[in-house]
C-alpha cells in the first residue's frame, strides 16, 4: 500500500477524466477501510484477544490514521504528488468504517 500511494503520477497509466476526484477518494476508502480492517483481524488473531477492549478499536483507529498521515507527508516530496488533507478525510472514512465491519463482524456473526 505504501509504495502504491508513492508512486509518482508520471508512472500510471493515464485514466479517463471520469470524475477522478471522487474516485481518488472512493479509492482512499476502500485501502484504508481496507487496511483497518485486517489490522484489527491480525491483532486479534496474534494478541489472542477474546474480548475486544475499550481501548483496542481506538488503537486500530489511531495506528491507521498516524499510517495514512505518514503516506501524505512523504507524497510531499514525491514529484508530482502532493499532500491533500482530502484524502487524510477519505482516509479516516475508510479507517472508520473498516473498524465498524470488523466490530460488526465481531459481535454479531461470529461463532
Known sequence: MLLFMLVPFNDLKPVPRFDFELMDKMV???IFGTHSFLMAG????EQKITDLTTGF???IIILSFLYGFLIEILQYFIPERSFEI??????????????????????????
Open 86 to 111: 482530502f484524502d487524510l478525510i477519505a482516509n479516516f472514512i475508510g479507517i472508520l468504517l473498516g473498524t465498524l465491519i470488523f466490530y460488526l463482524k465481531f459481535n454479531f456473526f461470529t461463532n
Open 57 to 59: 478499536f481506538p488503537a
Open 28 to 30: 482512499h476508502i476502500f
Open 42 to 45: 491480525y491483532l486479534k488473531k
